[in-house]
């Protein structure tokens, strides 16, 4: 899949576009995004990064990060995406300027976006606009039930399954490998330390079933209480894998929430129930 920073990225040509920000290509996101993949020709995205609510003074916790955004809209049959930095210079644009600048420059015929999207300035722009402006507009209803803000709740009160549920894949975090304390090697059971960004939507403290790289991996989001720790940290143990993760790209599932976590009366006790979140996690189910 292409992905252009700015339309002057993009040749003219006949295009179905989905628009919309897709912060974490859901099931409703995908409900927009695949008519636009069948009815082609060169289906495309216009999405926005970073999230307009977050230039707009709003803290905004993302469900996917850009680079699994475009991966995500890739698998869906997307052959081009033009990312829109939002600005607040951009928040300033009419609707009339913004369909000239980011659709027609790009040759869109077709238009695909859910019913409420609005744009331009003051959210002044409806797709009844871009109707007059010429596109063949394709309105998709809300999918009842489903929704960021939603899914964001479950993954806080750790409702992993029925978070899974409305974004048609398990729950994800995404990041690069750091170095930690090495204490997990230590015990018996060495962890990779991933480093987040800032504002991607992590779930509540506590331990994990999940997966990363084709393997099942106990994962652990907190501040590892047994050793007084402060700072929030997402580490997974990868079972039955060997190797160096130490600055790699990892994009770990969270299937299921295992447990709270909590400080032990020895290290033993720890090492013990550590054993117990492994087996848990190979007996563990991938949610669909």
Same mark, same amino acid.
């Not at 609510?53 to 680079?67: F, I, P, S």
């Not at 790009?106 to 859910?114: R, S």
């Given at each position: 899949?292409?992905?252009?920073?700015? &339309?002057?990225?993009?040749?003219?040509?006949?295009?179905?576009?989905?628009?919309?920000? +897709?912060?974490?290509?859901?099931?409703?996101?995908?409900?927009?995004?695949?008519?636009?993949?069948?009815?082609? &020709?060169?289906?495309? %995205?216009?999405?926005?990064?970073?999230?307009?609510?977050?230039?707009?003074?709003? /803290? =905004?916790?993302?469900?996917?990060?850009?680079?699994?955004?475009?991966? #995500?809209?890739?698998?869906?049959?997307?052959?081009?995406?033009?990312? =829109?930095? +939002?600005?607040?210079?951009?928040?300033?644009?009419?609707?009339?300027?913004?369909? /000239?600048?980011?659709?027609?420059?790009?040759?869109?015929?077709?238009?695909?976006?859910?019913?409420?999207?609005?744009?331009?300035?003051?959210?002044?722009?409806?797709?009844?606009?871009?109707?007059?402006?010429? +596109? @063949?507009?394709?309105?998709?209803?809300?999918?009842?039930?489903?929704?960021?803000? *939603?899914?964001?709740?479950?993954?806080?009160?750790?409702?992993?399954?029925?978070?899974?549920?409305?974004?048609?894949?398990?729950?994800?975090?995404?990041?690069?490998?750091?170095?930690?304390?090495?204490?997990?090697?230590?015990?018996?059971?060495?962890?990779?330390? !991933? *480093? =987040?960004?800032?504002?991607?939507?992590?779930?509540?403290?506590?331990?994990?079933?999940? $997966?990363? !790289?084709?393997?099942?991996?106990?994962?652990? =989001?907190? %501040?590892?209480?047994?050793?007084?720790?402060?700072?929030?940290?997402?580490?997974? +143990? %990868?079972?039955?894998?060997?190797? @160096?993760?130490?600055?790699?790209?990892?994009?770990?599932?969270?299937?299921?929430? #295992?447990?709270?976590?909590?400080?032990?009366?020895?290290?033993?006790?720890?090492?013990?129930?550590?054993?117990? @979140?492994?087996?848990?996690?190979? $007996? $563990?189910?991938?949610?669909?």
């Amino acid at each position: 899949m292409k992905v252009a920073q700015g &339309p002057a990225e993009l040749a003219r040509r006949a295009r179905a576009v989905a628009i919309g920000t +897709f912060d974490g290509v859901h099931l409703g996101h995908r409900a927009v995004v695949q008519p636009a993949v069948e009815a082609g &020709p060169c289906p495309t %995205v216009v999405t926005f990064h970073p999230h307009p609510r977050t230039v707009l003074g709003n /803290r =905004v916790e993302l469900l996917a990060t850009l680079e699994r955004r475009l991966e #995500l809209l890739e698998a869906l049959g997307v052959e081009e995406t033009l990312v =829109v930095e +939002f600005t607040p210079e951009l928040a300033t644009l009419t609707p009339e300027e913004f369909a /000239r600048a980011y659709l027609a420059s790009i040759g869109t015929d077709v238009v695909v976006a859910g019913a409420g999207f609005r744009f331009g300035r003051r959210r002044t722009g409806d797709l009844a606009l871009l109707e007059t402006l010429g +596109f @063949d507009v394709q309105v998709v209803p809300i999918v009842d039930g489903i929704s960021s803000t *939603r899914i964001r709740q479950l993954v806080h009160s750790g409702e992993m399954v029925d978070a899974a549920q409305l974004l048609g894949r398990p729950v994800e975090v995404d990041g690069i490998v750091v170095s930690g304390d090495a204490r997990g090697g230590t015990l018996g059971f060495p962890t990779a330390n !991933l *480093r =987040v960004e800032p504002d991607q939507l992590v779930p509540s403290y506590g331990i994990y079933a999940g $997966a990363v !790289l084709g393997h099942r991996a106990a994962v652990s =989001v907190g %501040v590892n209480p047994h050793y007084g720790g402060a700072e929030r940290r997402i580490e997974a +143990f %990868v079972l039955d894998f060997a190797g @160096d993760l130490y600055g790699r790209r990892l994009v770990v599932e969270l299937w299921e929430r #295992l447990r709270n976590e909590r400080a032990f009366e020895s290290e033993a006790d720890l090492v013990a129930q550590i054993a117990r @979140d492994v087996e848990q996690t190979r $007996a $563990a189910q991938r949610p669909v």
